[in-house]
Nanobody
């Protein structure tokens, strides 16, 4: 059983910033592509991905506002969220996949998932 542990969610004012963290087991983190998704009522939406080499990929909806990064020494991936709006309110989940890369994250929901952390943006 692979467990991903998200943290850092909470309540933030519109225009503010928040950083989410996701810790993964060392056994997969070093080789995994890591990603962040969110889900408001409706579909799960891809936000950002980063592969084991540090190459990144972003959804247009967050490009320029959100930044994904990873700390291989801590087996942790981060999502820095800046200039948030109420439309960013959702449950944010991290994803780890070892058999498919970041280019598949927008279209393929596969791999391991965390339980999610709630982000609420007030206006």
């Amino acid at each position: 059983q692979v467990r991903l542990m998200e943290s850092g969610g909470g309540l933030v004012q519109s225009g503010g910033s928040l950083r989410l963290s996701c810790a993964a087991p060392r056994s997969i983190f070093s080789i995994a592509a890591m990603g962040w998704y969110r889900q408001a009522p409706g579909q799960r939406e891809f936000l950002a991905g980063i592969d084991s080499s540090g190459v990144t990929n972003y959804a247009d909806s967050v490009k320029g506002r959100f930044t994904i990064s990873r700390d291989n020494a801590k087996n942790t991936v981060y999502l820095q969220m800046n200039n948030v709006t109420p439309e960013d309110t959702a449950v944010y989940s991290c994803n780890a996949r070892t058999t498919m890369g970041i280019a598949t994250m927008m279209t393929h929901l596969t791999g391991y998932w965390g339980q999610g952390t709630q982000v609420t943006v007030s206006s």
